[in-house]
């Protein structure tokens, strides 16, 4: 099971880490905390050396409620912040953490290396083509609504099968446009209440028959520290704990805030599955 960033192909059999860079100041969890270029720059140094195969740099947040950016205000955060770390890490594989197909074609046109769509494409309908156009991978997660709304969009007759049939659809789709390397995300915390969080996590297995790399985001997300009556600081163990889970039921890709810890559990993983 392989991808191809910008001609090197990635082999996701052995599970792979995707380091967080928010350039938000109101991520849940650490917004606004890198806006230096120093600051920037250690931090992409730091999850590189650690082992970090990508880095998803996301510049609008999509937080539960998260209040509307402009497509000018997302581009002016994101597209210097590109240039900068290429500029430093010319082999690094960037993921842009965006809905809107202007964004991907600004990103992609610098040297973004994949796209990381919170809506599969339902959000902008012209991200799709530009995918296409590109040749890039695709990275669609389930979500329903937007971020302002999508948690009053919980209501569902089977949680599982309705995201499996949602997977189905958008894959037929992207198929049909010619795009090759897709990567689906059940996206936890979204469109989703704590306890369907842990059903579609109990049942994470049931989505290898989509036969599609499976990437996990569950980093410090309010299922883990409203469960353990923390904050998103204090969650650390309890993402440790749920991202070995996932890569027992088949994770290619853990999208992590603390990449030496998630290093730490696919070398454990894979010692158990020697």
Do not use: W
Not at 217 to 230: C, D, P, Q
């Amino acid at each position: 099971m392989t991808i191809n960033c910008k001609g090197k192909l990635i082999d996701l059999n052995t599970p792979k880490v995707m380091g967080i860079l928010n350039l938000t100041p109101d991520s849940f969890y650490d917004g606004g905390k890198f806006r230096k270029e120093k600051e920037i720059l250690l931090h992409i140094e730091k999850m590189l050396s650690l082992g970090a195969t990508f880095i998803d740099l996301g510049a609008y947040s999509s937080r539960p409620g998260a209040e509307e950016v402009s497509t000018d205000e997302e581009c002016k955060r994101l597209l210097p912040v590109i240039e900068l770390i290429l500029g430093q890490f010319p082999d690094a594989l960037i993921s842009i953490d965006t809905f809107r197909a202007y964004v991907a074609r600004e990103a992609i046109s610098i040297g973004a290396s994949m796209i990381n769509d919170i809506s599969a494409g339902f959000m902008d309908m012209s991200m799709l083509d530009v995918i296409a156009e590109n040749n890039v991978p695709y990275i669609m997660m389930h979500m329903r609504g937007n971020p302002q709304t999508m948690q009053e969009m919980t209501s569902y007759d089977n949680l599982v099968r309705d995201v499996i049939l949602y997977f189905s659809e958008r894959l037929s789709v992207a198929k049909s446009k010619g795009i090759k390397d897709l990567i689906i995300d059940p996206g936890f915390g979204f469109s989703k209440s704590l306890k369907q969080n842990y059903e579609l996590l109990n049942q994470l297995d049931l989505l290898k028959m989509i036969e599609k790399p499976l990437l996990v985001g569950v980093s410090r997300k309010s299922m883990i520290y409203k469960l353990l009556g923390t904050d998103a600081q204090h969650a650390l163990n309890g993402t440790t704990a749920l991202n070995m889970l996932t890569l027992q039921k088949g994770a290619n890709i853990l999208r992590v805030h603390d990449v030496g810890e998630a290093m730490e559990c696919i070398k454990i993983h894979k010692q158990l599955t020697a």
